[in-house]
């Protein structure tokens, strides 16, 4: 974890405590995320092969419907 420096004359301690652990907070989200999203990811060119219909299979029933 960083350092944190707080340059101010007039802060209290709870202050200094309440922006710490927000501040930690934030920070410790923003890494959960970073190392959340650096996972496996599909490009879009692998999105465009995924076949938009299903392969046509020459069979008794797969071509009746087209002749009635």
């Keep these: 974890m960083s350092d944190?420096?707080?340059?101010?004359?007039?802060?209290t301690a709870e202050e200094i405590a309440a922006v710490t652990a927000v501040l930690s907070a934030a920070l410790e989200e923003l890494a959960d995320a970073q190392e959340a999203s650096s996972g496996p990811t599909?490009?879009?060119?692998?999105?465009?092969?995924?076949?938009?219909?299903?392969?046509?299979?020459?069979?008794?029933?797969t071509w009746r419907g087209f002749s009635g």
């Design 4 to 11: 944190i420096r707080i340059v101010s004359k007039s802060a």
């Design 42 to 61: 599909v490009s879009a060119w692998q999105r465009s092969q995924v076949s938009i219909r299903p392969t046509l299979v020459r069979g008794r029933d």
